[in-house]
C-alpha cells in the first residue's frame, strides 16, 4: 500500500460514514491524484480553476471536482462544463455569472454560500446579512441552473483549537437556522486537515482534506 493510500484510509477510519470527504489535490500531480482513486476516493477539490479544468480533461471521468477556492467571475466558463460543486460563492454577481456558464452547457451547477467565520480580514465570505439577502432575492430563485445546497466556512489559521470551535459553532448555527426555511441546504462544508475532527463536532457534513492525505504542499 502507498503512502497516500495509507493516509486516505486513516482518515476515512476517523470521519462517519455521512461525512463526504473532499480530497484537496491543489498543486499535486496527476500520479498522486490516481493513487487516490485507485484507493477509491472520487471526490477532489482544487483552488485554482485552469489547474483543475487541465487535470479534469486528463483523469477518469466519474470523478467528481469540487472548486474550494475564490473564483473570479471570468474564469467561471472554464469550469462550467464539469464542475460538480462550487464552495466559495460570496455574491450575487458570481451566482448570476455560474448560472449563465451552467446554462450554455445545459447543467445546473451546485453551489455553496461561503459565510466569513474567521477573524482575519483577508478571508472571503458573507455575513450572515448577506447571505440571508441572496437566498431570499427573487433573482436567486430565477436563476435556475444554480443549485444553492449549503454553506461553507474557513476558520482562523490558529492553534487556539477554543476559536476555532467558536467559529465552526457560529457557521453550523446559523446552517441549522436556516434548514428550516431552506431544506435544500443540505451541505456544511466546514474542517481541513488541522481541524477536521472539530469541525465533525461541530455537525460538519463535508470535510476539505489535501496535506494530511497527500503530503505537505510546495509552491515553488
Ligand atoms: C487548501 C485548502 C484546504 C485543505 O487544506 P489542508 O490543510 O491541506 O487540509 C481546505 N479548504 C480550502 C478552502 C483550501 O484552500
Redesign the pocket.
Known amino acids: 500500500m502507498n503512502e497516500i493510500e495509507r493516509n486516505l484510509n486513516t482518515i476515512k477510519a476517523t470521519i462517519p460514514k455521512e461525512v463526504t470527504l ?1 480530497a ?1 489535490s ?1 498543486t499535486k500531480p496527476i500520479s498522486d491524484i490516481l493513487q487516490a482513486y485507485h484507493a477509491g476516493q472520487r471526490i477532489f ?1 482544487e ?1 485554482k480553476i485552469q489547474e483543475m479544468a487541465e487535470k479534469w480533461e486528463n483523469m477518469p471521468k466519474d470523478i467528481s471536482w469540487h472548486m ?2 475564490h473564483v473570479q467571475t471570468n474564469k467561471v466558463k472554464y469550469m462550467a462544463p464539469f464542475v460538480d460543486l462550487i ?2 460563492v460570496d455574491s450575487v454577481k458570481l451566482l448570476r455569472e455560474i448560472n449563465k456558464q451552467a446554462k450554455k452547457h445545459n447543467r445546473i451547477i451546485n453551489c455553496l454560500l461561503q459565510i466569513k467565520i474567521a477573524q482575519e480580514d483577508s478571508k472571503y465570505g458573507l455575513n450572515k446579512e448577506d447571505a440571508l439577502a441572496i437566498l431570499t432575492a427573487q433573482e436567486t430563485k430565477e436563476l435556475t441552473n444554480v443549485h444553492i445546497q449549503g454553506l ?1 466556512g ?1 476558520a482562523t489559521f490558529t492553534e487556539n483549537q477554543e476559536q476555532i470551535k467558536i467559529e465552526f459553532s457560529k457557521v453550523a448555527t446559523f446552517f441549522k437556522e436556516l434548514q428550516p426555511e431552506y431544506p435544500q441546504l443540505k451541505t456544511l462544508s466546514i474542517g ?3 481541524d ?1 475532527k472539530l469541525a465533525i463536532d461541530c455537525d460538519s457534513t463535508m470535510v ?7 503530503g ?2 510546495n509552491y515553488n
Open positions: 473532499v484537496v491543489k477539490g483552488n474550494i477556492g464552495h466559495a461553507m474557513m481541513m486537515s488541522g477536521y476539505r482534506i489535501g496535506s494530511s492525505i497527500f505537505a504542499r
